[in-house]
């Protein structure tokens, strides 16, 4: 509690003591009663402490360091060249006299062998494996074709002597394509089993249309094996 507080209340003490006693002075204001006091609203300061006055700073400032001209760098001194030395002579080499020969019996001398012309002979393997010949580029061949369904090649009917017995089975052809496309020969490679159906495969197959075979662009002669197969339905 502050010091204020304390004061006030201790006067707020002494005036009531005063007022009871002079009330009790008065003649006929003993039975009466007394009158409620009124409350007294208090209110509490914050005690709020004085701060110093804020300290003025003072103001920095860089200091900023003097410069003069003399500091300045100088452009270097240009270097004295130094006198070259003359170069001395070299001497020249002493020459020793040649010694005088003695007499020296000579003799004749014999010519010497001259050397036969080389001949050229036949190339050596490894220079020959070194330079190969040009291999020649062989022009792709194509076999020729009879399952394309633009030929329209029929397919040959089964024959009823061989319904009757039925007989079924694959025969295989051999056919020669001329370069128009057509069948030059027909050979039996293999046989079904039944000559009914060996003969039905060969004379549908020689009315065949194919597709010749070609060795680049150019259309060719070649044989393609045909197999027909028979088969009876249950």
Known sequence: MSSCSRVFYRALAVSAVLHGAALSLIPGRLDRPLPEPMPLLVQLRPHTAQLPPHAVLPSLRPSVPSF????????????????????????EPKTNPAPVPADIPTH????APMAAPATAGPPSPSAAKENPPEARVMPQVSAPEFSATYLHNPEPRYPLSARRREESGTVRLKVLVTPQGTAARVELEQSSGSAALDQAAQQ???NWHFVPARRGDEPIEAWVKVPIQFQLED
Request: proline fraction near 23%; avoid cysteine; glycine fraction near 0%.
């Open 204 to 206: 549908t197959v020689k």
């Open 108 to 111: 004749a001398s014999k010519p």
């Open 68 to 91: 003069s001209t003399k500091d300045a760098v100088r452009p270097p001194e240009p270097l004295h060249r130094l006198p070259q030395k003359q170069a001395r002579p070299s001497p």
